[in-house]
């Protein structure tokens, strides 16, 4: 937090009493840097690391420019448009602009995959002022003139480069094409590779860029660790470490959906409530299983990478990688699930001689060592150690490694990125 107050930065009255209903008197970061750059109508490039209150930073400003003289949306056009790459991210945008707004009479909607699209048509028949969407389910309505793009004064491009990683980055200029050229545009991402250079010279013009964070840097406040553990021993030290009632609110990370319901089911054979989320489950399923958790029902979810950005739930004690991302960006959006709002918060990796190579790539990133513990589990017999590879070919031909992207065609990975997020 900083020194100043949402008031110095020359946040409106309405929005002010309602950041002082939530406890919120001064800004972060990137909000102190942010939002008198966004008030002025600047086109502006933020970089964060997850967790530093970016939602605010492009959010306030938003409501406020909206809200001045303002002009009732015509029939299906949105004035402003935020895009965010998930479901969950898609709706944690949406209540935050609904609590930080609630004195300001705007009206809102949200577009995703993975529900039925009618009652997102009936939601924008009058037109909205802030609409908040996923880019696939979007570009489908615009498509069939169910929403119009042509009088968007802001556009928000959240969490970019997630957006490149999942596929999406032909669907976010397919929308753009559809925008008016005189808008205010942002675009906030905890990483920035080179790929969101070329969208931001794209989409932007002459931005500000406010950097708050090295990129790559993890959440300061997160203690990390991690069991050098072979992966037919995890799920026993996993159950031991959770005997531990000091993790009181936990994200277990894997790499696959599968892999998720297995280690979610395996949790409840031995009595410790789990519940998975992952982009097979139904948008209602997902949601009640946030909930659950959220509400303290449930001590232990278990996500897959989709959710990494779209989880915003205070007081989550620890994130636990049971299998290590083959993508080192992962790890910092994973772990930065914890040590949110100030808090402090721990991460532990469950590291299977396999994927040292990752390891390698995640400590590269973050520029520092992660502290190895020893655990006490028996060794494993002399057979039953040796490092898993991936599936053997279901042609019979012999087993492969595991790829850097996965063990999925390259055709086909961003297929799936995209289903599962859509």
Partial sequence: MTDLSFAALGIAEPILRALAAENYINPTPIQARAIPTLLSGRDLLGIAQTGTGKTAAFGLPLLQKLSVRHVPPRPREAKALILAPTRELALQIDESLKTYGRFLNLRRAVILGGVGQNPQIAAMKNGVDILVATPGRLLDLVQQKHV???????????????????????????????????????????????????????????PERVEVAPQGRTADRVEQ????????????????????????????????????????????????????????????????????????????????????????????????????PNEPESYVHRIGRTARAGGAGIAISLCDPSEKPYLRDIERLIRLPITVRTHDLPPLPEGEAKPQIAHPHRHGQKPFKPKRNGSRPHWRRNKDKKRDAA
Wanted: charge should be positive; glycine fraction near 4%; include cysteine.
């Fill in 148 to 206: 119009r793009l042509d009088a968007v004064s802001v556009l928000v491009v959240d969490e970019a480069d997630r957006m490149l990683d999942m596929g999406f980055i032909r669907d976010v200029r397919k929308i753009v094409n559809y925008l008016p050229k005189e808008r205010q545009s942002m675009l906030f991402s905890a990483t920035m590779p080179d790929d969101i250079a070329r969208l931001v010279a794209e989409m932007m013009r002459n």
């Fill in 225 to 324: 660790f991690l069991y050098h553990v072979p992966m037919a021993q995890k799920r026993d030290l996993l159950r031991r470490l959770l005997a531990d009632n000091a993790l009181s609110r936990v994200i277990v990370f894997t790499r696959t959906k599968h892999g998720a319901n297995k280690v979610s089911e395996q949790l409840c054979k031995h009595g410790i409530e789990a519940l998975a989320i992952h982009g097979n489950k139904s948008q209602n399923a997902r949601q009640r299983a946030l909930e659950t958790f959220r509400s303290g029902k449930t001590r232990v979810l278990v996500a897959t990478d989709i959710a990494a950005r779209g989880i915003d739930i205070d007081d989550i004690s620890h994130v636990v990688n049971f299998e290590l």
